[in-house]
């Protein structure tokens, strides 16, 4: 498929075709659900924020004016969903589980060298809704603390702590998967 095939399909949901719609979901599924994924505590999960994410595209389609690449506009859409996944989430509860006390381990160099793509998303996962949260935004998405801050209602403090011990729990997990392999 082409970009032109993607401006039909685009000019398709404007006028709510769907077929068009059909195609551009088909079309962008693998890459919104490696999205989703990461800011997800399961496979279940990221599909409940594709779809909601792609019922938003639909529905705001007017939105994207064709100003740089349409996958740009649409990774967004998806990051933004899962944002406000998770502060409903916090909405819905008033306090979180206390977090675990994160023990210095250090990881050794080759790790990583054990670990598919896959492997790393299911270890992500593991991280509890908050740290997911702000290390997904930090680490993959490349907002600053104070953005983070912004977006999810917390203090730029906490934002730094939660990556601190997204990344101590995450070494943990890349350890022990290692010494697995």
Request: glycine share 4%; proline share 2%.
């Amino acid at each position: 498929m082409n970009d032109t095939n993607v401006e039909i399909w685009l000019e398709g949901c404007r006028k709510q075709d769907s077929e068009c719609q059909r195609l551009l979901y088909r079309h962008f599924y693998n890459y919104a659900l490696t999205i989703c994924l990461r800011y997800a505590a399961s496979r279940d999960e990221a599909r409940e924020i594709l779809n909601d994410s792609f019922v938003k595209i639909f529905s705001r389609i007017d939105r994207y004016t064709g100003q740089g690449p349409f996958k740009i506009w649409l990774g967004r859409v998806i990051v933004n969903t899962a944002i406000d996944r998770y502060r409903a989430l916090c909405r819905a509860r008033t306090s979180e589980a206390p977090g675990e006390a994160a023990d210095s381990i250090e990881c050794a160099p080759s790790a990583l060298d054990y670990l598919y793509h896959e492997d790393l998303i299911n270890l992500i996962q593991q991280l509890s809704t908050s740290y997911r949260m702000v290390f997904n935004l930090h680490v993959v998405e490349g907002y600053t603390h104070e953005e983070i801050a912004e977006k999810l209602g917390i203090q730029v403090g906490t934002s730094k702590s939660n990556l601190m011990k997204a990344k101590e729990k995450l070494k943990r997990l890349i350890l022990i998967t290692s010494l697995k392999a």
